[in-house]
Structures are given as C-alpha cells and as structure tokens.
C-alpha cells in the first residue's frame, strides 16, 4: 500500500491546485475501505507540505516522497492495522549516487521534552502527555521495511530515518540570489531565457512587460505566431488599441524603430527565420540581414525565451547558438537562465518525460504512464467519444480543444458566406480545420488568430501552428496516418490529395502529412520525421489537466492503450464535477469594448454563453 509517490517539488503543485489531500484520501478510501479522519487529513495538509517545503529550499525538490507506504509486502495478511510509514524519502546518496532511503515520522508537537525516568522509551507532550518515543516506532519500522520482505529487498540501499516535527522548526529565510536588473542603460544587453514546454516562459515575459512599462519603459512584445498573439490581443487586450499594439512579430523590424526600443522580448525564439520575407512585399520591404540581428538593432536590451525541442517548421533557426553568436558580433553582455519547473501539463514532469519518450524525442525507452495526481492521460476508441469527452468539459467550465495532426487537406473558406468544408474525416465523422482567415466565418466560427480562445473554437479542430505557445485543461489529440507505430518503431508517412469530382474540394487519396511545411521538396525524410515528432509533442503538452488520445489507426491506437495502461483514478479523473468547488474557477469575460457594449452586455446577465471564453 502507498497512497501517493511524487517528488517534492510535484507534491506541492499537486497542494497549490487543491488536489493532494482529496487524492490522498480517496486513495486511503481505496485500501483501507473506511474514509480518514479528520485528524489525519489535517496530518496531510501541514506536515507534507512543510516537508515538501523544506526539502525544496534544501535543493532537494526532486526526492521522491512515498506516503503512507507499508513497511512489508505482506501487511495486509498480517493481524491488526497495517504499519504504516508515515513518508518514505528517495534518491540518490550526494557522495557516492546510491540510492538512499529516509524513513520519516510525522509529528505536529510544538514543543517535546524527555521524561527523565525513562529517558529511552517516553517523551512529555505539552496537553498530551507521556508518548512512546517517535524513534522507537521508527527503529520498528527500519527493521522491518529492511527486513526480507521489506519493499526494496534485495536491492543495494542506505537506509536511516528520522522524526519531522514542522511546528517546533523555526522557518528558514534564503536570499534572493543576486541578478542583473532588466533595466536598459547605455550598454546592449541580450537575455537568453530557455526552458522547454509550460516551465512558464511566456508568463516571465509578460509580467516583464507589465512590470517595465509601468517603470515608463518602452517596451515590445515580438513572437513568430500569429495565434499566441490574436490570443493575448483579443482576451486581455480586447478594447486598447495601444495595448494590441505593443504585440508584433518578430519580422516587423525591418527598419528598425528610431529612437531603438528600451526593451524588445522575444518569445517562442525557435520559430526565428533566417531573413525577414514575405512573398507580399515589395523588394526593398525584404531583410537583407539574418532576423535575430534585426531584433538586436531594435532595442537596446533583448529578452529571448526559447525552447530548441519546439521547433516544428524547417525553416525556424533559433537556437541557443545563434543568439550567443550574433551577442557576441554585437559585443553585447549576454545574460543564461534555464526555467526547470513544470508549470503545463499539471506541473508533471513525468508526464512530460513520457511524453517525449514514446514520441521517440528523447532517446529514452518508452514505459507504461504511472498515473501521479497532478496529470491524467487516457486512449478514447473513436472521434465521437474523443470529441464528446472534451465537449462535455467544455460545457460544463473547463477549457477544452480538439487538435489533430496535419493529416487532411485544409480549404479555405467557401462562398461568400465563408462556409467551413469539413476536411477532417475519420469515418462517419467530419469536423472542419480552424478557420484559415483573417475574419469571421460562416455561424460565427472565428479567425485562426483567436480559434484557440473564441467560444466558437470548439466547433472546430486545431492544429500546431494555432496551438503552440497555449493550453487549455483538456486536449483532445488525434494522430492521424503521419505517425503510425509499426511492430517496435515509428513509421512516417507523407500523403497524397485527390479532388472531389462533386464538391471540388481536395480529398485523401493516400494517408499521411498534408502539411505543405513539411513536403518531400523542402526537407528529406530524416528531417520529416523529426518534425512530426515535435508536432506531436506540442500537441501532447497543451493541457493543464487531462490529455485524450485517439489514433486513426488501430495498431497505433493499440500501442498507445498499451502505454497508457487501465485507468484507474478511484474517482480522481479531473472533470468538472469531481474538481473540488474552490477549484471550479470560471474563465474570465471578454474584455468589453466600450461604453456601448458595456450597456448591452449588462443586459444579458452574468451567466450569457457569449461572456466567456473556452
């Protein structure tokens, strides 16, 4: 029995959503059939969490906590309760990398003293009394979690305990770490912030934002997409022209601003181009030098956040190498941060790291998800079930999106009632891609640039290139025919179109990539792969709570069942209805755009559909 096995670091963001203690007791629930006390529920809620805290400012974030682990394999056959550790602490020896095992007694004692006539046995509790010695309940332990049936038998092991009492333990204070300002001065700066998918890079860099201009600083917001920008535009920045504005792209700087920007931050710097093109332009429009130098020419201090594992297109060259080497043709002070800490996907990095494990990412081997209370994953049977899963969430308060591999073709709008062709066919069911426009289509399905936080975005399937830099808490994820498991190994597979002898529009005549970014004329197969891997890891790291996964085909879709392994969330799954209430946080109204509309949404009332974002 153990009720739940997470690093420190996870332990506490698994607390700061509200959900350790209910997982904890359903857990306990679970194995022992009766619910736990009050008493050891608030056990829970102070003493893992200081614990946690204490072990995450000894930089030790990443120990394994094991909670309530039995001592023996058999504890369940032998008589009476079963002991119980209150926590076991896992990881490595700092000298010589062997494993090491702590086994913790909680205790919430202010204060405790030794009684005098039985120094070895008893402790004085103020209002409790005498008490057995904590250590003697962990010498019992010791002999028997290191006996032969001890849980690690067998295996080579340092093993010590000790007793935690966080209500007798001063607080600790750590200093901030000196850091260099982000305030401009005559001197060129660059900033080169990396940290991979949802460690929180475009949060640093808004709050940066908000933070400089309010100094009087002038500041810009530059990334290489137009979906991360129409998202921020359209729900922060709804009615301020000034504000929208302060967002750009990256190859908006041809001509650099005079006088030069205080501050120029770049996000999503792996999507950087060589040059600053565009077929619409005008010769003399075109860059003549590479990008990231027209970015330095902009501002006199640059902010880079970038992620090398995200790049999904071939001609995105932002590396950490480039930006060192064009800092140092600018002889400009360069400044390293790397973000650790998972922010996306419930804070788990071992949802991350399988992730990209059974994508082939990483070279790791693929191992079946160990469910961990802060990330919930699961394989639906069909497009209809995928899409009721997340349509159901959706409407009850959750953010929710359907996004696919860019495996069908893609018609732009039809008509001019800017009709959306359903090109997404898995059988029977036909769903069309986001809208490829720049204005609203047909029953108000909206432009790509803000499909991913219009409430008519539901109605539609997404796809990287409107999904990355965002997240929502589900994701419902369909690979299709590019990326299809075949015997132990990944098969990549481009497509070909047919047209419709009735409708006209561009069919699948052979299953594979359709994504024009990708075809056999502008990168080879080694290349192609490459980019469908990280496709698919942008897509499988967008959500905050649940990912839903669906393959077109049965083999991959088998494979992946395999990886998942049975569900079992002993009533934990997070939908709405089991979040816990303080949880169920409704997503904030579309900034209104003025007086006018302010009157006439007052009239429809708090609760109107067309209020709130998805």
Request: with cysteine; charged share 30%; net charge negative.
């Amino acid at each position: 029995m153990l009720l739940l096995r997470l690093a420190a670091q996870d332990l506490l963001t698994l607390n700061s959503r509200r959900r350790m203690v209910p997982h904890l007791a359903a857990r306990w629930r679970h194995f022992r059939g009766a619910d736990a006390s009050l008493s050891e529920r608030s056990a829970w809620a102070e003493s893992l969490v200081h614990l946690a805290e204490d072990l995450v400012a000894a930089g030790r974030g990443n120990v394994e906590m094991i909670v309530e682990c039995a001592a023996t394999l058999d504890e369940a056959d032998r008589p009476g309760d079963p002991r119980l550790i209150d926590v076991v602490l896992v990881g490595h020896h700092p000298d010589d990398r062997r494993l090491s095992v702590q086994l913790v007694e909680l205790k919430r004692w202010s204060t405790v003293t030794r009684v005098e006539r039985a120094t070895a046995e008893l402790v004085h509790v103020p209002g409790m009394g005498r008490k057995k010695h904590p250590a003697l309940q962990l010498r019992e332990y010791y002999e028997a979690f290191t006996g032969g049936r001890g849980p690690l038998h067998g295996l080579d092991f340092e093993c010590g305990g000790f007793a935690y009492l966080h209500n007798a333990t001063a607080a600790k204070v750590l200093p901030d770490p000196q850091r260099p300002a982000l305030v401009p001065d005559e001197r060129r700066v660059v900033f080169l912030v990396t940290g991979g998918a949802g460690t929180g890079k475009s949060a640093i860099g808004l709050q940066i934002k908000a933070e400089l201009e309010a100094g009087g600083h002038t500041v810009k917001y530059a990334s290489g997409s137009r979906a991360f920008n129409g998202a921020i535009q359209e729900h922060v920045g709804y009615g301020d022209r000034e504000f929208r504005e302060s967002f750009t792209y990256f190859s908006n700087f041809v001509t650099p601003p005079d006088p030069p920007l205080d501050v120029l931050i770049c996000d999503e710097a792996h999507r950087l181009r060589e040059r600053s093109t565009n077929r619409f332009w005008k010769p003399e429009h075109q860059g003549t030098k590479p990008q990231v130098d027209e970015l330095l020419d902009a501002s006199r201090l640059t902010v880079f956040f970038l992620d090398e594992g995200q790049t999904v297109r071939p001609h995105e060259v932002g590396t950490v190498e480039l930006i060192e080497d064009a800092a140092q043709r600018y002889d400009a002070t360069l400044v390293r941060y790397e973000l650790r800490e998972q922010f996306r996907c419930g804070g788990s990095d071992a949802y991350i790291r399988w992730v990209r494990a059974m994508l082939g990412v990483t070279d790791e081997e693929p191992e079946q998800w160990t469910p961990d209370g802060l990330m919930h994953v699961e394989v639906a049977d069909s497009p209809e079930e995928l899409e009721r899963i997340i349509r159901t969430e959706a409407l009850a308060g959750a953010s929710a999106r359907l996004v696919a591999g860019y495996c069908w073709p893609w018609t732009k709008p039809i008509g001019k009632e800017r009709r959306l062709e359903a090109d997404v066919r898995i059988g029977d069911w036909h769903r069309p891609w986001n809208a490829d426009s720049d204005a609203f289509c047909e029953d108000g399905a909206p432009p790509c640039r803000i499909w991913a936080v219009h409430e008519k975005g539901l109605d539609q399937i997404g796809c990287v290139y409107t999904a990355q830099g965002l997240e929502w808490d589900w994701c419902g994820v369909i690979m299709g025919e590019d990326m299809v498991r075949r015997s132990d190994r990944w098969v990549f597979r481009r497509g070909k179109e047919r047209k419709d002898p009735e409708s006209g529009v561009k069919r699948v005549a052979v299953p594979g990539s359709f994504d024009p970014k990708v075809k056999a004329g502008s990168v080879d197969d080694e290349e192609f792969a490459r980019l469908v891997r990280h496709a698919y890891h942008v897509l499988m790291t967008r959500a905050s709570r649940a990912t839903v996964l669906y393959s077109t085909d049965e083999e991959t879709r088998n494979y992946l069942k395999e990886l998942v392994g049975e569900v079992q969330v002993h009533g934990l799954r997070p939908t709405w209805e089991n979040l816990p209430e303080e949880a169920r946080v409704p997503h904030l109204p579309r900034p209104r755009r003025g007086r006018g509309s302010r009157r006439r949404r007052q009239s429809t009332g708090p609760h109107s559909p067309d209020l709130y974002l998805f």
